[in-house]
């Protein structure tokens, strides 16, 4: 079994192939959030986006033309501990750690579709390799 590094090439294959897998996620506005991610060991800034739709949900790595409904943006030692749960992401926000741009009402309404992806991501997250910021 491959254990991909946190915010690799590979580690976004797998992400996306963990949401396209889970069925339970879906929304019935589609929702565009982009997650931006830097001072990443050995990569500089790390872009991805989830798309979630009536369809189900994929991740696409790097931006894109389309503009996101909203924007994640933090640094490599605050989305490792996100990841792993040594912080949560309300009080990275509150630290002013995690930066959120966009609609932030599509975020709220989303709430349901964005439970069903940590879900869906758990067994990634129990794989992944995590350097030290």
């Known amino acids: 079994a491959i254990v991909p590094e946190f915010l690799s090439e590979i580690w976004l294959r797998e992400l996306d192939r963990s949401v396209r897998a889970a069925g339970n996620v879906t929304a019935l506005a589609p929702i565009l959030i982009e997650q931006v991610v830097s001072d990443v060991p050995g990569r500089g800034e790390v872009r991805y986006r989830f798309r979630i739709d009536a ?46 741009g966009g609609n932030i009402d599509t975020l709220v309404r989303s709430a349901d579709a964005l439970g069903a992806l940590g879900d869906a991501t758990a067994a990634l997250r129990d794989s992944t390799t995590y350097r030290s910021p």
């Open 55 to 100: 369809e189900g949900a994929c991740v696409v790595a790097g931006g894109g033309p389309e503009h996101p409904d909203v924007r994640l943006t933090t640094d490599y030692g605050t989305a490792v501990a996100i990841a792993l749960g040594r912080e949560n992401a309300q009080i990275a926000l509150a630290r002013g750690r995690l930066r959120l």
